[in-house]
């Protein structure tokens, strides 16, 4: 299905029934990235998964893709399909937009999950390293984005031992174009520092990732977990920065637990 938001084309998808999920994939993946996870939950809930502006079928836009731009998508996707309160689940650039969304709207926020993902900003050498990548991939193409990103994406044991499941992850990525990747990285580069909204968020929050995740390391992860009063974290094992498509049953079985518990 389409959305008009503001300069762009939103893709999305809608499966199951019951209380409404909303789920932000990673970069530069598209909604696709949920479909192993998905189907332990969609018998619960409704579940409701973009593909992020410059990623996957949705359209680029002009300009940078911020947080703002994002935490807006997401509010008019939400108004389109009448849902007033909801549980968020954002991976990674998900999750930097969860803390967007929240600032401006957290009313709408019943539960969050935030998975594989940190508060913090980058230093100065992690925003000009992300700015020199989103050249790179303007001049050598998405192709090349991927295969240097893989092994910051997924754990060794996957890289080594889990063909199958390296391609799926490359397989959720060939949508996106290199302008739409470019404008996330540039995005992701200037989106502020969280770290002082983790005191505010007072709905019930999973914090979620893999114990092998070179870009959130563990030590994030319980960062964040202890800045949210009464945070949940899980640290799941053989799995890196994709853990969901790592290792889908078992953080499926997680989120669906908590989602039981606080997300209806």
Same mark, same amino acid.
Not at 5 to 30: A, C, I, T, W
Not at 170 to 194: C, E, I, L, N
């Given at each position: 299905? $389409?959305?008009?938001?503001?300069?762009?084309?939103?893709?999305? =998808?809608?499966? !199951? =029934? !019951?209380?409404?999920?909303?789920?932000? *994939?990673?970069?530069?993946?598209? *909604?696709?990235?949920?479909?192993?996870?998905?189907? *332990?939950?969609?018998?619960?809930?409704?579940?409701?998964?973009?593909?992020?502006? !410059?990623?996957?079928l949705s359209g680029v836009g002009e300009g940078i893709t911020t947080m703002t731009k994002l935490a807006d998508d997401l509010l008019r996707?939400?108004?389109?399909?009448? $849902? !007033?309160? +909801? +549980?968020?689940?954002?991976c990674s650039v998900g999750g930097y937009l969860l803390f967007e969304f929240w600032r401006r709207n957290r009313e709408r926020v019943?539960?969050?999950?935030?998975?594989?993902?940190?508060?913090?900003?980058?230093?100065? =050498?992690?925003?000009?390293?992300?700015?020199?990548? &989103?050249?790179? $991939?303007?001049?050598k193409g998405p192709e090349w &984005?991927?295969?240097?990103?893989?092994?910051?994406?997924? &754990?060794?044991v996957t890289m080594s031992s889990r063909l199958d499941v390296v391609a799926r992850a490359?397989?959720?990525?060939?949508?996106?174009s290199a302008a739409g990747m470019a404008a996330m990285q540039r995005g992701m580069a200037m989106r502020p520092d969280s770290i002082a909204t983790l005191a505010h968020i007072d709905v019930p929050t999973l914090v979620l990732g893999g114990e092998a995740d070179a870009a959130t390391p563990v030590s994030e992860l319980e960062r964040m977990a202890r800045g949210i009063l009464g945070a949940e974290l899980k640290i799941v094992s053989r799995a890196g920065h994709y853990a969901a498509l790592e290792q889908p049953e078992e953080v499926g079985r997680v989120v669906r637990e908590f989602l039981d518990r606080n997300g209806r």
């Amino acid at each position: 299905m $389409i959305l008009r938001s503001d300069d762009v084309d939103l893709f999305y =998808e809608v499966k !199951g =029934e !019951g209380p409404d999920v909303v789920m932000l *994939h990673p970069y530069p993946s598209d *909604h696709s990235f949920w479909s192993p996870m998905a189907q *332990h939950l969609e018998s619960r809930f409704r579940l409701v998964t973009p593909d992020l502006r !410059g990623l996957g079928l949705s359209g680029v836009g002009e300009g940078i893709t911020t947080m703002t731009k994002l935490a807006d998508d997401l509010l008019r996707l939400c108004d389109a399909l009448k $849902i !007033g309160r +909801a +549980a968020f689940v954002g991976c990674s650039v998900g999750g930097y937009l969860l803390f967007e969304f929240w600032r401006r709207n957290r009313e709408r926020v019943k539960t969050l999950v935030l998975m594989d993902t940190k508060a913090g900003e980058d230093n100065d =050498e992690g925003r000009e390293g992300r700015m020199k990548t &989103a050249e790179e $991939i303007l001049q050598k193409g998405p192709e090349w &984005a991927f295969e240097q990103m893989m092994p910051r994406m997924l &754990a060794p044991v996957t890289m080594s031992s889990r063909l199958d499941v390296v391609a799926r992850a490359k397989a959720t990525m060939r949508q996106s174009s290199a302008a739409g990747m470019a404008a996330m990285q540039r995005g992701m580069a200037m989106r502020p520092d969280s770290i002082a909204t983790l005191a505010h968020i007072d709905v019930p929050t999973l914090v979620l990732g893999g114990e092998a995740d070179a870009a959130t390391p563990v030590s994030e992860l319980e960062r964040m977990a202890r800045g949210i009063l009464g945070a949940e974290l899980k640290i799941v094992s053989r799995a890196g920065h994709y853990a969901a498509l790592e290792q889908p049953e078992e953080v499926g079985r997680v989120v669906r637990e908590f989602l039981d518990r606080n997300g209806r």
